[in-house]
Every structure is written in C-alpha cells, then in structure tokens.
C-alpha cells in the first residue's frame, strides 16, 4: 500500500517562498507517477506539478509555472515542491499523490488517474 506523508506548508506572506516535502513508501513498481496537486476553499482540487520518477518529464500548472519547483529525492524516496514568489490566489491545502506504476499517456496533472493522497498539508499566503 503506497503511504505519502506531506510536510512543510504553513503561513506566509505575498512574495514569500516554502518548500513542502513528501515521504513517500510502498510502492509495487520501479517508476511511477508522483506529483502535488492543491484545492482551495469552495474550488475543484487541480494539478499543480507533477513528474515521472527517475528524471521523467515535469508537469506544470500554467498559474505556477516559474515560480514553483517540483522535483526528487530518490535515495530518500521524497517529493519536494520549491514555492517561490507566493500570491494571495496560492492559498490552499495542498496534497501529494501518487500512481503506483506510470501511465502511457505520460504522468500529467489530471487529478483522476492518481489513486493515493497524502492527508494534505496547509498553505496560507496573507498580503
């Protein structure tokens, strides 16, 4: 069973960086698909970044492309995700998740293909 355990958000004002982490455990396959996705109070969850694991190609949202970083740890078996120049609209929970194995259509930002959630951590961007 894949566990994802996020750490790492928090309060933080406009312009602001964090970085959030993700230990993840249990999977079956060599390569799968990994990446962090976020929902805000009254709107659907949606991808934020996404990879393959093992130097696959990245995802991003376009409203956080070159500000965010996502990338990975393999000895550690963790996902990070580098928040820069944060805005007010980058408020939200935001969850890890996982697919165990990687999808022939590649491992984008589609929220329904992904089958483990982590419990979700925490953003608050205040101006």
């Known amino acids: 069973q894949v566990q994802l355990v996020e750490s790492g958000g928090g309060s933080v004002q406009a312009g602001g960086s964090l970085r959030l982490s993700c230990s993840a455990s249990?999977?079956?396959?060599?390569?799968?698909?990994i990446g962090w996705f976020r929902q805000a109070p009254g709107k659907q969850r949606e991808g934020v970044a996404t990879?393959?694991?093992?130097?696959?190609?990245?995802y991003y949202a376009d409203s956080v492309k070159g500000r965010f970083t996502i990338s990975e740890d393999n000895a550690k078996s963790t996902l990070y995700l580098q928040m820069n120049s944060l805005e007010l609209e980058d408020t939200a929970m935001y969850y890890c998740?996982?697919?165990?194995?990687?999808?022939?259509?590649?491992?984008?930002?589609?929220?329904?293909?992904?089958?483990?959630w982590g419990q979700g951590t925490q953003v608050t961007v205040s101006s």
């Open positions: 990879l393959a694991t093992g130097g696959g190609r990245t």
């Open positions: 998740a996982a697919i165990d194995g990687v999808r022939l259509s590649g491992c984008d930002l589609q929220v329904g293909p992904y089958d483990y």
């Open positions: 249990g999977y079956t396959s060599s390569k799968y698909c």
